[in-house]
């Protein structure tokens, strides 16, 4: 955790300097404050407890900077909880620079990127770390120091990156919640003697090709996904140097969204991973505003039972809510099925709603079900949730 508040630090004085150096002529406040309570339905493995609260803010400045087609965005994120230290924390999730030109767009700073498609996991979607203690679908990102260059031609898009400088995953803490058996050590372990100095690159080619999207990308660096090591009482987090070739696709076809991830990607162990379904809309049934989205998914991993996260060989189907009202009240619920394992399988639900332009209320849930103990969230057995959120934005 100090090493996180250092750079942090460190982070937030390179971006205040930065911000006072600019000539700003225009000044733009947003964000949000997002007050959160946890109720799990048991007692943890290790009797942590069944409740936990905390508070979140995330303000985000930005500045128009002149006529030159330039602006700096800065956002930092940080999180009060009542429970785990380890997710009492801070961030800078932006801190970036922008600026463009004839066909040509560069973004140095501290930033974020996202890459793909398909609903119940991204494997294309390398560049950012994940902030794992933040939530369970891995869409909330720690900030990454990068150098972003877009070029947006007729023939395709094409970005270019280099990122000097590695994230390490967030982890609960001894006292948190959805956490292995054994905790997970704050002394991370690298292959590269530069540690999380290495110099990683990344690139990626996109082009719509009428109904649809292709994306193929590459990227070579630490692998954002790290292996574990017994290290004493602790698992120490192994981060190993990896290259990854990735493509992403969607088509449209009528009511029909089509997607497809795959990679390969050579790291401590080479694999393979797809993940393809569709999503297949009803839009107004049964003479209502509503649409109803029907989603289904398979998951593959050629790593089988050894893979370092889950579906390996598995099904998501989901069912996707837009009521299509003036407070744009949406619902997503599904599940994800071992096909290896008929006893393990996780579901979920997130639902959201405005109350005023101000305000906004959220609920999630997730249970789990495993009675499997090789696998890889046996240790989340007891840690079935339910989240009220209710957020403001500014």
């Known amino acids: 955790m100090n090493k996180g508040i250092e750079l942090v630090t460190k982070l937030f004085s390179t971006a205040v300097l930065s911000v006072a150096a600019l000539q700003c002529h225009a000044v733009e406040i947003a964000g949000n404050v997002s007050l959160d309570h946890r109720q799990y339905f048991s007692e943890g493995l290790q009797e942590q407890g069944k409740g936990q609260s905390s508070i979140a803010l995330e303000p985000e400045f930005y500045w128009d900077i002149g006529d030159e087609g330039s602006s700096f965005t800065f956002t930092p994120f940080y999180r009060l909880d009542s ?13 970036l620079y922008l600026t463009y030109w004839d066909d040509y767009e560069l973004r140095v700073g501290v930033g974020s990127l996202f890459w793909g498609v398909t609903e119940s996991t991204n494997l294309v979607d390398v560049v950012n770390q994940v902030d794992a ?9 720690l900030g990454q120091p990068m150098l972003h260059l877009t070029s947006l031609k007729d023939w395709g898009t094409l970005d270019l990156l280099v990122l000097p400088y590695f994230r390490e995953r967030t982890f609960a803490g001894v006292d948190g919640r959805l ?19 290495h110099v990683d690159y990344a690139v990626r080619y ?29 698992l120490s987090p192994y981060y190993a140097q990896m290259s990854q070739v990735g493509l992403d696709l ?4 009528g009511d029909w969204l ?18 393809t379904g569709f999503e297949y809309t009803w839009v107004g049934p049964f003479e209502s505003f509503w649409d109803v989205g029907f989603i289904a998914e398979y998951l593959y991993d050629s790593r089988g039972n050894n893979a370092q996260h889950i579906g390996q060989n598995d099904i998501f189907a989901g069912l996707r809510f837009a009521l299509n009202d003036e407070d744009g009240t949406e619902v997503l619920t599904g599940i994800t099925q071992d096909l290896d394992n008929s006893d393990v399988y996780s579901a979920k639900l ?29 240790f989340a057995r ?6 009220f959120s209710l957020e403001y934005y500014f």
């Open 83 to 95: 429970l785990d230290d380890e997710r009492t924390h801070g961030d800078i999730r932006e801190a």
């Open 133 to 141: 203690i933040e939530g369970l679908n891995n869409e909330d990102k």
């Open 179 to 197: 956490r292995p058996t054994i905790p997970v050590s704050q002394q991370a372990v690298y292959e590269s003697s530069r540690e999380e100095k």
């Open 206 to 234: 996109s082009q719509m090709y009428g109904d649809w999207d292709l994306g193929l990308s590459y990227f070579s660096g630490t692998n954002r996904e790290p292996y574990y090591q017994l290290s004493g009482t602790t």
């Open 250 to 253: 969607q088509g449209i076809i």
């Open 258 to 275: 089509l997607k497809l991830e795959s990679i390969y990607r050579d790291s401590f162990d080479n694999h393979t991973g797809v993940v």
């Open 350 to 378: 997130e639902a959201s709603s405005r109350i005023t332009n101000q305000f906004k209320w959220r609920v999630d849930a997730w249970l789990f079900e495993n009675e499997t103990p090789d696998d890889l969230l046996y």
């Open 382 to 387: 007891k840690d079935d949730f339910i989240e």
